[in-house]
């Protein structure tokens, strides 16, 4: 059993986005195993099913596609966050996305079954699944917006304000891959600010 004392980051993250309760905290952590990855290790691998969704204490990730031998950044996670396959968590398909550790990574895995459980009779926990959830559609709303409307520079410029951690720590090509430039190109704007 995992002591609430060793998820700090994660209670913070969850917390943040709903007021869920204590007892309700202590009953998660009752069902997380503790997981750790290596720099570049793979936590959930596409076209497969790992069943289990992560929860970050320490360390950041990368959510990407591989298209054609190239891949395609997606999003970014860092302390406290959940990854997992939505295909395989709402679906039950493989996933068609790989999550790896940007750095190494301490993580709290938690079976699919499980947490969907606790999601459908835990009404705190159902507000906080519903509240990332529309958070996350509005960060994908609004990078589809900023993709197909500003300059490679104004994106650059409002990722960095979205996500300063993730510009301090993640490769130059994965952040360009994600903003839909190149790296040089990236590199350029980066030089001149």
């Keep these: 059993m995992t002591d609430l004392s060793e998820i700090p980051n994660i209670i913070a993250f969850i917390r943040n986005a709903w007021p869920v309760s204590d007892s309700t905290l202590r009953r998660l ?5 503790r997981k750790d990855f290596p720099r570049r290790g793979i936590i959930v691998g596409a076209n497969t099913q790992c069943g289990r969704a992560y929860f970050i204490e320490d360390g950041m990730t990368r959510s990407y596609w591989l298209v054609d031998g190239e891949e ?3 999003s970014f996670s860092t302390e406290g966050s959940i990854v997992f396959s939505m295909d395989e968590v709402y679906y039950g398909l493989p996933s068609e996305e790989y999550v790896e550790a940007v750095d190494p990574v301490k993580a709290y895995s938690i079976d699919i079954p499980r947490l969907m459980e606790m999601i459908g009779t835990d ?7 519903r509240k990332i959830h529309q958070d996350e559609y509005r960060r994908i709303h609004r990078s589809h917006k900023e993709r197909l409307t500003l300059p490679a520079r104004e994106r650059y410029i409002e990722f960095s304000k979205q996500f300063p951690e993730v510009c301090r720590r993640a490769r130059l090509g994965d952040i360009a891959s994600y903003l839909g430039i190149t790296q ?7 030089a001149q600010r």
């Design 29 to 33: 952590a009752e069902l997380i195993v």
């Design 72 to 74: 395609f950044t997606t």
């Design 123 to 129: 009404l705190g926990l159902c507000n906080w699944w």
């Design 184 to 190: 040089a190109t990236l590199s350029r704007i980066r």
